[in-house]
């Protein structure tokens, strides 16, 4: 899944970056209203999932209410999502099955409490919510007259 994310992520910049920033700002009726919003918010989800995985990645600079400003522009975005995909990368690569055995207990900022979910369960979680954001992406860029960047897992080239 770290693979999958990585490749619709390269594919999903390559689009986004050929795009007038005000397309990407306008709001499309989305839950996070724009394209650049809801990218935002996906790697303000990834960064803060993945800094519960693993303590050396730290948690976004900026709370849940502000995960859709994360980045101004398409190009620091796509700077930081490039960074951020090898951190996941390198993550998965050294999970081991214990790894997904246990408890993870985090303090979740928008409930305003602790959780404890299991690991495994957490990490589906984690890779589910990439593919339901970039669905929206997907749908906006749709409705707005863009090519959509291939989304079938079995389509995944072997060296993505």
């Known amino acids: 899944m770290a693979r999958y994310n990585t490749w619709q992520n390269n594919q999903l910049t390559l689009i986004l970056e050929a795009m007038p920033q005000a ?9 996070f209203k724009s394209i650049m919003a809801t990218a935002n918010h996906l790697l303000w989800g990834d960064t803060i999932w993945l800094s519960r995985f693993d303590p050396s990645v730290p948690a976004p600079s900026v709370g849940a209410e502000q995960s859709t400003e994360l980045h101004p522009t398409i190009q620091s975005w796509g700077a930081d999502r490039f960074r951020m995909d090898g951190k996941i ?12 055995k246990g408890d993870l207990t985090y303090f979740s900022g928008m409930f305003g409490r602790e959780i404890t979910t299991s690991v495994d369960t957490s990490i589906v979680h984690f890779f589910n919510h990439q593919t339901h954001h970039r669905g929206q992406i997907h749908a906006m860029l749709t409705a707005a007259g863009h090519k959509a960047p291939v989304s079938d897992l079995l389509l995944m080239p072997k060296d993505a």
């Open 89 to 100: 990368r390198l993550w998965a690569d050294g999970l081991r099955a214990l790894d997904l």
């Open 23 to 31: 397309e990407l700002d306008k709001d499309r009726g989305a839950f």
